[in-house]
């Protein structure tokens, strides 16, 4: 088992940044992927970025050039700095990890609401 916690959220204008952290109560070296995803009012749950434990990196098309995920493995942290905000970026983000070992463990952080007014 694996506890993910997400912090960094808020409310922010339109064109601010905001960089959500989420950190783990074990090494993220035992994850095979970590990523951020996302739910808005009456949509459904959908991939921001995805990050490999080979470093290979992936974006949501709307959010390419505007956020970037990165780690620390030392603080077992993985990042998503969120930059040029709109409000269609309000949702609540969610820290995802998948560890892939006899079987194939997911793990969620509880969630953290970010609100871009316009």
């Known amino acids: 088992q694996m506890h993910l916690v997400e912090t960094g959220g808020g409310l922010v204008q339109a064109g601010g940044s905001l960089r959500l952290s989420c950190r783990t109560d074990?090494?993220?070296?035992?994850?095979?992927?970590m990523g951020w995803y996302r739910q808005a009012p009456g949509k459904e749950r959908e991939l921001v970025a995805i990050?490999?434990?080979?470093?290979?990196?992936n974006y949501e098309d709307s959010v390419k050039g505007r956020f970037t995920i990165s780690r620390d493995n030392a603080k077992n942290t993985v990042y998503l700095q969120m930059n040029s905000l709109k409000p269609e970026d309000t949702a609540v983000y969610y820290c995802?990890?998948?560890?892939?070992?006899?079987?194939?463990?997911?793990?969620w952080g509880q969630g953290t609401q970010v609100t871009v007014s316009s």
């Open positions: 074990r090494s993220i070296l035992n994850l095979n992927t």
């Open positions: 995802y990890g998948e560890e892939v070992a006899a079987f194939t463990y997911e793990y």
């Open positions: 990050l490999s434990s080979g470093g290979s990196i």
